[in-house]
């Protein structure tokens, strides 16, 4: 027998026996199943029931999951696999010495006794197998029936977008139909009105798309297909309905299940407007497995609370380090499964992080592991974003009176690049009288790590300072760090760094380099309530969404208002064109914890402050 296509659990006794996770680590890649050897005993059982789901139509079904052996140990563990046939031909070597068999894996779960497992549509039925011998030296001692979807290639997890005009809305979605097999499109209309058709593209990528390992090797599954289709010409506010749809060669046709959304109101106009923002989430198990010892545990409540509040929001923005997938790819369906009751109903717009995109000698700013070999490739193909390349992540996108600026923090944005002249034309080209409500989000806060003492932190915020405050950004949000930290409004000095530094610790040998950075000041002190002109931009980072959080420092900064050891995310209302309500909610309970408002008429906006107006005459 062939080993291992793709692993799906394992038992959380043996997790917690192979150490401490660090930050950002696949804890899968523990598993050594290279190593594995095939030891089946006819005493061993694993039985899985029921063997087909679905049969409702849904895309999510549990599975229940009986096990046995003789002599049972701690080192004992379940994986699931899809597909169920355990082949190694679809497999290739790590290294060109390696000899076959190349097992690959893709283990996502843990459990132990009788199993009450959810299992997400992806595209190819699943068994169950029963493992000895821990995570090093595993042997196979049994494999279950196979279990699978009543229509495993059947188009699932939709996922809206807004367009590059603000009378669009896209719709991505995964299936097992090539286009060969079957047409894609969306059946969509007003509701209670005529519905039409618009056919979709369809994307795909393959293993060698892949920069590395663990993506291009134990890690790899296929992504099936991804189709993606562009409803034009919406009415403003107006409630549409839809459902995927896949024409087959004989005439039949395979539909999704129904659902609904509002279009983007026009760019300026008066009314209210809601909008939800974090970093940093993950995904996480329904039926209380345990894959990433409880890594990511915490995306279940943060979804959680977007869902019951779904009503009173009309766009959601993930800046990034969206599945933490690292190149384990089963886990972007899990993750598309469980966004799909948000993604579905409202845009849900992404940006990138350094766990979608960083790789080694790949073009990525940083030069880091920590796409686990994706180098963005997934996410750009499984996610529409309204950029000009979708290879690169920085765009901008207009919601009634915001204007949303996005930015890629893994790839150069200094002064002079492609994309720092991108962030200067879209904070300078909105119209403020309309949209007065100016957004910049991107992942990685670089200006709170060279503030926080970083300050190697290449991509540091001297120029991008100078575009928030000539411009007049309101909030810039960042995620990256796994907390919840508010400035004042803040804007760097003219004084220098070093001479402040000289003159609170007198010492030249204490202090950093006299051009190595320049200092900050609050131009406004910290509040609950802001009016009146703008005077400098507050910065947020909300990376809290769901991944383990990270420890604050023990010194608070001059410039903190707020911190929150805890997750959470950000909540924007913009109740007119002149009042703003800010709102910072834990995951755990959906209850507001900090907070403020703006309010600011147009001539505010209009008005000079520190270094955002040209020089003016007197002369006729």
Not at 395 to 421: L, N
Not at 436 to 444: E, G, K, S, T, Y
Request: hydrophobic share 35%.
């Amino acid at each position: 027998m062939g080993l291992l296509v793709a692993l799906w659990a394992v038992l959380a006794s043996v997790l917690a026996c192979a150490g401490v996770l660090h930050a950002g680590e696949q804890p899968l890649s523990r598993i050594s199943i290279r190593r594995a050897t095939a030891a089946v005993a006819d005493s061993a059982s694993v039985k899985a029931r029921p063997a087909v789901l679905g049969l409702k139509g849904q895309s999510s079904d549990w599975v229940t999951v009986e096990f046995s052996r003789p002599n049972p140990s701690n080192d004992d563990w379940i994986g699931v696999f899809s597909p169920s046939g355990f082949s190694s031909e679809i497999c290739q070597p790590e290294n060109w010495e390696d000899l076959p068999p190349f097992p690959c894996t893709a283990p996502i779960k843990d459990w132990e006794g009788v199993l009450e497992a959810a299992a997400d549509h992806q595209r190819a039925d699943f068994a169950f197998a029963l493992f000895s011998g821990g995570l090093s030296a595993a042997k196979l001692v049994a494999v279950s029936n196979k279990v699978t979807f009543e229509n495993p290639k059947a188009p699932v997890y939709p996922r809206l977008a807004q367009g590059k005009s603000w009378n669009e809305m896209t719709v991505t979605w995964t299936s097992g139909y090539s286009i060969k097999e079957a047409l894609p499109f969306v059946e969509w209309g007003p509701k209670g009105g005529h519905q039409m058709l618009s056919p979709a593209g369809t994307l795909t990528f393959g293993r060698n798309s892949m920069c590395g390992s663990p993506a291009r090797t134990v890690g790899w599954r296929d992504p099936g297909y991804i189709h993606t289709s562009f409803l034009k010409e919406l009415w403003p506010d107006a409630l549409y309905t839809y459902r995927l749809g896949h024409r087959l060669s004989d005439g039949t046709h395979i539909w999704s299940k129904s659902y609904s959304f509002r279009a983007s109101p026009y760019p300026g106009q008066d009314s209210l407007q809601r909008v939800v923002i974090f970093g940093d989430m993950g995904k996480a198990e329904v039926d209380g497995s345990d894959e990433y010892g409880n890594y990511e545990q915490a995306s279940l409540n943060t979804t959680k609370q977007i869902i019951s509040d779904l009503e009173n929001i009309d766009m959601v923005i993930h800046i990034g380090d969206l599945s933490y997938a690292n190149g384990y790819l089963s886990q972007w369906d899990q993750f598309t499964a469980q966004i799909e009751p948000i993604a579905s109903t409202v845009p849900y717009m992404i940006g990138s992080g350094n766990h979608e995109r960083d790789w080694p000698d790949t073009g990525s700013f940083y030069a880091y592991n920590d796409s686990g070999g994706e180098c963005g490739v997934p996410a750009q193909t499984m996610f529409y974003v309204p950029a000009e390349n979708r290879a690169k992540f920085w765009y901008s996108t207009d919601y009634g009176m915001f204007r949303f600026c996005i930015a890629d923090t893994e790839e150069d944005w200094r002064p002079g690049t492609v994309q720092y002249k991108f962030i200067e034309h879209c904070l300078s080209s909105v119209d403020r009288q309309k949209q007065p409500w100016l957004i910049f989000l991107a992942h990685r806060a670089s200006w709170y790590e060279i503030m926080m003492g970083s300050y190697g932190e290449p991509m540091g915020r001297e120029g991008l300072q100078d575009l928030w405050q000539k411009y007049k950004v309101d909030l810039a949000v960042f995620g990256h760090i796994h907390s919840y930290e508010r400035t004042c409004p803040i804007y760097q000095a003219s004084l220098n760094f070093f001479y402040v530094c000289l003159k609170n610790y007198v010492a030249e040998a204490k202090c950093p380099n006299a051009h190595s950075v320049p200092t900050n000041r609050c131009v406004q002190d910290g509040s609950n309530h802001y009016s009146g002109r703008f005077n400098a931009t507050t910065h947020v980072v909300v990376g809290g969404g769901g991944a383990s959080l990270s420890p604050f420092r023990a010194t608070v900064p001059y410039w903190s208002f707020f911190r929150d050891f805890d997750f959470g995310f950000v909540k924007l209302t913009a109740f007119n064109s002149s009042f703003l309500l800010f709102e910072y909610k834990k995951s755990r309970d959906g209850n507001v914890y900090d907070h403020f408002t703006i309010s600011r008429d147009y001539r505010d906006v209009l008005a000079c402050s520190t270094d955002n107006c040209p020089r003016t005459t007197i002369a006729v």
